[in-house]
């Protein structure tokens, strides 16, 4: 079954500072991984995605994040935080189970930036 | 362009009540998705469709129903509503399999279900 790990469920970095949020993903094939964010009380929205290609992915908003297949991880970064980029962060594998077709999400991770 | 709409945002419901929450898009995505979300553990599929006259079940979908009449709309039946059932939930499209867009679902933006 296809699945992924956030190990961190809040993430604090200070305004100014590289940030990173982390997953791991499982899957049978090769991965299409994604990232989703969602700020409060809002649908969750697209930033970025793996389908092949270059292991770095750049996406909306300044984030990349890197694609490492013998780490199996899709871990989201970006260079400079803004306050404006806390929200909660989702990553996701597709999930072609039963012909869905769909994603299967990881339980996100807040990620709190200070001023 | 509306996207993706849901309806109500909000609704409290009693214990044995029942409901329905619209989903519409406007994208002419053949693949629509229903999701609750509760904290602390992602987002949980309940039913998916690939097309109009086409649903079928996700990860949890005991007490809900679906139907896909048509290709822009896509309800979520609450049959007999249960504490269980307090959740946020979020309705999804994709265009479907091939193309860029494949695999990137546009959300809608809600509906916040209480079941007292």
């Known amino acids: 079954a296809q699945s992924v790990a956030q190990p961190e469920d809040q993430v604090n970095v200070a305004e100014g500072n590289p940030l990173t949020v982390k997953c791991t993903y499982s899957?049978?094939?090769?991965?299409?991984l994604f990232w989703y964010v969602q700020y409060p009380n809002r649908g969750l929205q697209f930033l970025l995605k793996?389908?092949?290609?270059?292991?770095l992915v750049k996406g909306s908003y300044g984030f990349e994040a890197e694609f490492n297949k013998s780490q199996t991880s899709f871990h989201l970064k970006k260079p400079s935080a803004l306050v404006s980029d806390s929200a909660l962060y989702f990553c996701?594998?597709?999930?072609?189970?039963?012909?869905?077709?769909?994603?299967?999400f990881g339980k996100g991770t807040h990620l709190i930036i200070q001023p | 362009n509306a996207g993706v709409t849901q309806t109500p945002k909000f609704r409290i419901l009693k214990i044995g009540q029942s409901m329905t929450l619209q989903c519409a898009q406007d994208?002419?995505?053949?693949?629509m998705y229903w999701y609750r979300q509760d904290p602390g553990m992602g987002l949980k599929l309940i039913y998916y469709s690939v097309g109009a006259g086409i649903t079928d079940k996700g990860e949890v979908p005991n007490g809900y129903n679906v139907s896909r009449s048509t290709t822009e709309d896509f309800p979520l039946r609450l049959e007999l509503a249960a504490p269980s059932q307090t959740s946020v939930y979020f309705c999804a499209s994709t265009p479907g399999q091939g193309g860029s867009g494949a695999n990137v679902l546009t959300f809608g933006a809600g509906s916040r279900l209480t079941v007292l």
């Open positions: 996701a594998v597709r999930d072609l189970r039963g012909g869905a077709d769909g994603l299967t």
């Open positions: 899957v049978s094939g090769n991965p299409y």
């Open positions: 793996y389908i092949t290609g270059d292991n």
């Open positions: 994208m002419n995505h053949n693949y």
